[in-house]
């Protein structure tokens, strides 16, 4: 079936299953469960949270990525 524009129907795109899945009600998501945690009001203001600003962030990010041991880390957030 086609539309006057040549655009085809929605019933072009069905596909009949005997047993089609079904839903056993909504349950949370994983962001559902990260807005309603303790720090989900200081994320609504620091995007960075638990960082300070986005400089700390991208240090740490830095760090990270690195590939430098713990024990240098620990020596590099000692100065």
């Known amino acids: 079936h086609v539309h006057e524009e040549g655009t085809p129907t929605d019933s072009d795109f069905i596909d009949w299953h005997p047993k089609p899945s079904q839903t056993c009600g909504r349950g949370y998501t994983f962001l559902d469960l990260f807005h309603s945690d303790e720090n989900s009001a ?38």
Not at 47 to 60: G, T
Not at 74 to 79: A, I
């Open 42 to 79: 200081y994320r609504a203001t620091n995007h960075y949270y638990p960082f300070s600003d986005r400089k700390d962030w991208e240090v740490a990010s830095w760090l990270l990525h690195s590939g430098l041991s713990m024990a240098k880390i620990d020596n590099f957030l000692s100065l």
